[in-house]
């Protein structure tokens, strides 16, 4: 396969500035549909259009990659997260602009060239209608990829991000503008706000996503019953999290799948499927006996 010209870039520049990474690389890479590739390179020339580097987004991915690496160090020395709560890491992260945009868009790359992520992207595709109508809430878009990718797939007449983050949401918006420049009818608005402070009030939708954010916050139950309460009772809910997985705004520690099954039982859902994945490389029962990190997606249904 001819390797698209922006991501080849990429993937020289990240390797040159952190030759360590090759064998996790190419390893990942080796599993990328050209489909795949295709929506990456389209991905990173919306951003170089619009005046980033490759230089820039090379130092975004390495930023997280490193910092993921150097956060699971630690907590495999002291068996918890680095920070347990929302005010430690909200000025660094959340509401810090130069912070953000690099995490959230090495967040993006690493969708793609983490073996686990793109699986959790290709569980998101596979399983979201793709003829309902109605309406989809996305609490957490942080770069936005993944709603754009259910506009781009899906038929929902409107489409509501709600994000704690102004970088979060600024990112969500261009993005999503560019995707959707071919269906300007399909309603899209964005908020920026705590998801639980949200008024949604009697609002319900057909479909909610919510991905990776789970692990960002100090009282899980509450967006989950939240979540639970603005879901149409056949609405399509999907929500990631991860397990044992430290990065530097993980607070909410997961130790094992049953804790996260329990806790979508005490808030009335009912998991219809399940996609877990073990570190790359290993099985579920070895990951586990280390500590290593362990990525799920949840499909559920209202009981
Ligand atoms: C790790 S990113 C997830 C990005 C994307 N959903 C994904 O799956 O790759 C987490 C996002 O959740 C947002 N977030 C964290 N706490 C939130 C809250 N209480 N309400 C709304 N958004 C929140 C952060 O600002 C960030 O943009």
């Given at each position: 396969?001819?390797?698209?010209s922006n991501?080849?870039k990429?993937?020289?520049?990240?390797?040159?500035e952190?030759?360590?990474?090759?064998?996790?690389l190419?390893?990942a890479?080796e599993?990328?549909?050209?489909?795949?590739?295709?929506l990456?390179?389209s991905?990173?020339?919306?951003?170089?259009e619009?005046?980033?580097t490759?230089?820039?987004?090379?130092e975004?991915?390495?930023?997280?990659?490193?910092?993921?690496v150097?956060?699971q160090?630690?907590?495999?020395?002291h068996g918890k997260?680095?920070?347990?709560?929302?005010a430690?890491?909200?000025?660094e992260?959340?509401?810090?602009?130069?912070?953000?945009?690099?995490?959230?868009?090495?967040?993006a790359?690493?969708?793609?060239f983490?073996?686990?992520h793109?699986?959790m992207?290709?569980?998101?595709?596979e399983?979201?209608?793709?003829?309902?109508?109605g309406?989809y809430?996305?609490?957490?878009?942080g770069?936005?990829?993944?709603?754009?990718?259910a506009?781009?797939?899906c038929a929902?007449?409107?489409?509501?991000?709600?994000d704690?983050?102004?970088?979060?949401?600024?990112?969500?918006?261009?993005?999503?503008?560019?995707y959707?420049?071919g269906r300007?009818?399909?309603a899209?608005?964005?908020?920026?706000?705590d998801?639980l402070?949200?008024?949604?009030?009697d609002?319900r939708?057909?479909?909610?996503?919510?991905?990776?954010?789970?692990e960002?916050?100090?009282?899980?139950?509450?967006?989950?019953?939240?979540?639970?309460?603005?879901?149409?009772?056949d609405?399509?809910i999907?929500?990631?999290?991860?397990?044992?997985?430290?990065?530097?705004?993980?607070i909410?520690?997961f130790?094992?799948t049953?804790?996260?099954e329990?806790?979508?039982?005490d808030?009335?859902?009912?998991?219809k499927r399940e996609?877990?994945?073990?570190?790359?490389g290993?099985?579920?029962?070895?990951?586990?006996?280390?500590?290593?990190p362990?990525?799920?997606?949840?499909v559920?249904?209202?009981?």
């Amino acid at each position: 396969m001819n390797m698209p010209s922006n991501v080849q870039k990429l993937i020289d520049k990240v390797l040159e500035e952190n030759p360590m990474h090759r064998r996790i690389l190419t390893a990942a890479l080796e599993k990328l549909t050209t489909e795949e590739f295709r929506l990456l390179d389209s991905y990173l020339s919306f951003w170089l259009e619009k005046g980033l580097t490759v230089d820039y987004l090379a130092e975004a991915y390495n930023t997280h990659t490193v910092s993921t690496v150097r956060e699971q160090s630690y907590f495999q020395k002291h068996g918890k997260y680095r920070y347990s709560s929302f005010a430690e890491v909200a000025d660094e992260v959340y509401f810090n602009n130069e912070f953000m945009s690099l995490y959230m868009y090495g967040l993006a790359i690493a969708t793609f060239f983490w073996a686990n992520h793109i699986e959790m992207l290709r569980f998101f595709r596979e399983t979201i209608p793709r003829d309902r109508k109605g309406s989809y809430l996305e609490i957490g878009p942080g770069h936005g990829y993944y709603i754009a990718a259910a506009m781009n797939d899906c038929a929902f007449d409107s489409y509501l991000g709600i994000d704690i983050s102004e970088t979060s949401i600024e990112q969500t918006r261009q993005l999503v503008e560019h995707y959707r420049k071919g269906r300007p009818s399909v309603a899209f608005s964005l908020q920026q706000m705590d998801f639980l402070e949200t008024p949604l009030n009697d609002k319900r939708f057909d479909a909610v996503f919510m991905g990776e954010v789970l692990e960002h916050v100090e009282q899980p139950g509450l967006f989950m019953r939240e979540i639970r309460r603005v879901a149409k009772d056949d609405a399509y809910i999907h929500v990631s999290t991860c397990i044992n997985a430290a990065v530097i705004d993980h607070i909410y520690l997961f130790n094992d799948t049953k804790e996260i099954e329990n806790l979508f039982d005490d808030c009335g859902l009912k998991i219809k499927r399940e996609l877990i994945l073990p570190y790359a490389g290993m099985t579920i029962e070895e990951t586990m006996e280390k500590r290593l990190p362990v990525s799920v997606s949840y499909v559920l249904e209202k009981n």
